[in-house]
Structures are given as C-alpha cells and as structure tokens.
C-alpha cells in the first residue's frame, strides 16, 4: 500500500499540476516519501522493545560455547 502511494505520487509529478512550481512540487513529493517511511518504521519502532527479550533468548541460546 505505501508503495502505491508512492508510484501514485511520482506518477503526478510526472504530470505536473500548473498550480505548483517544479521546485514546490519536488518539496511535496519528499513530504510524501519521508512520512511513509515514517509511517513504514513506526510499528517497528513500538513493537521492538515488548519483543526485545525474545530476541535476546534466541542469541543466548545460539550462541557458542567455549
């Protein structure tokens, strides 16, 4: 979905509005990509710590024994 989003967005840019500049459109178009990425690591972000001691577990237990 946010690929989409961005393809949609590139997509527009190639066509461009004449209400916005090329410099005013170029701005928007980082706007869009730099929220997605935002909203692509959040979860991440959130769900890392409460899964931290699982992770944790899996590299004691693999790790060699000397």
Not at 27 to 47: E, H, M, R, S
Not at 57 to 65: E, R
Request: charged content about 10%.
């Amino acid at each position: 979905m946010l690929q989409q989003i961005l393809l949609a967005n590139q997509t527009n840019q190639m066509g461009q509005d004449s209400a916005l500049s090329g410099v005013e459109a170029q701005q928007f178009a980082d706007q869009i990509k730099y929220g997605v990425i935002i909203v692509a690591t959040l979860p991440l972000l959130v769900i890392y710590p409460f899964l931290q001691k699982y992770f944790e577990k899996g590299v004691m237990v693999g790790a060699v024994k000397g």
